[in-house]
């Protein structure tokens, strides 16, 4: 049967030759920002040796093969996310970025007070603060969908919450604290049917499992490509064009105009309208190289890898007394976002002490304070996986979690 070949992957990362505290690199922050191969960086690399000159402005040989390369990425990430046209592609800093780029300008355009807003008590912040201050300006409501028990999200809730008040629905695909799948399908249909368009943070969904938005049907989508293995600074948002069509940029400067007078301004078509000033150029073309690099291996095998490894890291860590892990407790309808606590040990005492044996995890609200609050905690230890990652790993994770137990129970 048909495997992820990890040993040759993790080959093509460089950052794994090297030792942390004298010990072999376990790194498990893949949530955070994933680690970027070599095939990338020599795209990356070979751009700025080579053509690097700005996009869409200069009719010179260097300009015309940056603008190539820019555009080719554009429509690498349609292709790779189903998208019908690469102009419903426009390139951002990141996923936060995008998610404000929707909130400032669709947000600003369309709602009104007693309008009402709703999200998941899971959003990471970058999908609640825009929506949250777009409320109070706007004098409309935010309403919660809360989760269940075992980390779901509340489906009884949410129909309990959406009424045709409802404008925005915002929610995340992947929970980036309890690595929870929302059925974004379903989701969609609901709030479609109440008059509401959809905005989808897709940070932590993008490159563990394919994407279709068109089959989603979400009004619009938001990643970041440093979370896929491509460089930072460089994010995604999808939007349906007859919607991006109407919306008015919110940064204005070069490259987004159509013309300009002492009057006043038209704008450029979309994606450009919403891409002012020089963008990053060399993001982009990172980020189509790692959809070449993604492409390159079996989605089905990284989504079998991924599954079975998460699913070996929960029964590991349940063996580990004293330990709680938040959200699903199967490897079912979850991605491999592993956030716990060990009793008695703060969660940075905990990360701090697995750093010593070289595994690298996060510790904190990891930017999700109001679903800590509702998980009645403060702070978590997350461990999240990637295509790189392995059983080792994790014997290793919680061979650590031992020690640290040990450790800190002599200062009791």
């Not at 679903?371 to 650590?400: C, F, G, H, P, Q």
């Amino acid at each position: 049967m048909a495997k992820l070949n990890t040993e040759k992957i993790k080959q093509d990362f460089p950052i794994f030759n090297q030792k942390i505290n004298d010990e072999t690199l376990v790194y498990l922050d893949n949530a955070a920002t994933s680690q970027i191969p070599k095939f990338v960086e020599e795209k990356v690399r070979d751009f700025n040796e080579k053509e690097r000159a700005n996009v869409h402005r200069g009719v010179h040989a260097l300009g015309l093969r940056a603008t190539n390369q820019y555009e080719s990425s554009r429509q690498k990430v349609a292709n790779f996310i189903g998208a019908n046209n690469a102009k419903e592609v426009i390139f951002t800093s990141g996923c936060t970025d995008s998610l404000n780029l929707v909130a400032a300008s669709f947000g600003e355009q369309n709602i009104q007070a007693g309008d009402e807003i709703l999200v998941s008590i899971m959003e990471h912040h970058s999908n609640l603060l825009p929506w949250q201050q777009l409320a109070k300006r706007k004098q409309a409501k935010l309403n919660f969908i809360e989760i269940n028990s075992d980390g779901l999200l509340d489906i009884k809730n949410l129909k309990s919450k959406i009424n045709s008040k409802t404008k925005i629905v915002a929610l995340t695909h992947v929970s980036n604290v309890l690595g929870t799948i929302n059925p974004i399908k379903e989701l969609t249909d609901l709030a479609h049917e109440k008059g509401a368009i959809v905005v989808v943070d897709g940070a932590q969904a993008v490159g563990h499992f394919p994407i279709d938005v068109a089959e989603l049907n979400v009004d619009f989508y938001a990643f970041s490509g440093h979370k896929m293995f491509a460089p930072t600074g460089i994010g995604v948002l999808y939007g349906k064009k007859d919607l991006l069509d109407k919306m008015q940029p919110y940064r204005l400067g070069g490259e987004m105009i159509a013309n300009v007078t002492r009057e006043g301004a038209t704008w450029a078509e979309v994606p450009y309208k919403f891409e002012a000033g020089t963008p990053n150029i060399a993001g982009a073309i990172g980020l189509g190289a790692a959809i070449d690099y993604l492409q390159s291996l079996d989605f089905e095998l990284i989504q079998k890898h991924e599954q079975e490894l998460t699913s070996y890291a929960l029964e590991k860590l349940k063996n580990v007394s004293g330990l709680t892990i938040y959200g699903p407790q199967k490897s079912n309808g979850r991605i491999g976002v592993i956030s716990f606590n060990l009793k008695n040990i703060h969660p940075h005492d905990l990360a701090t002490a697995l750093d010593l044996n070289g595994i690298e995890v996060r510790a904190g609200h990891h930017c999700a304070q109001p679903l800590m609050a509702s998980l009645n905690t403060e702070s978590t230890v997350r461990a999240s996986l990637s295509i790189y990652n392995t059983k080792d790993d994790i014997d290793k994770l919680v061979s650590s979690l031992h020690e640290a137990k040990e450790f800190f129970s002599e200062f009791r």
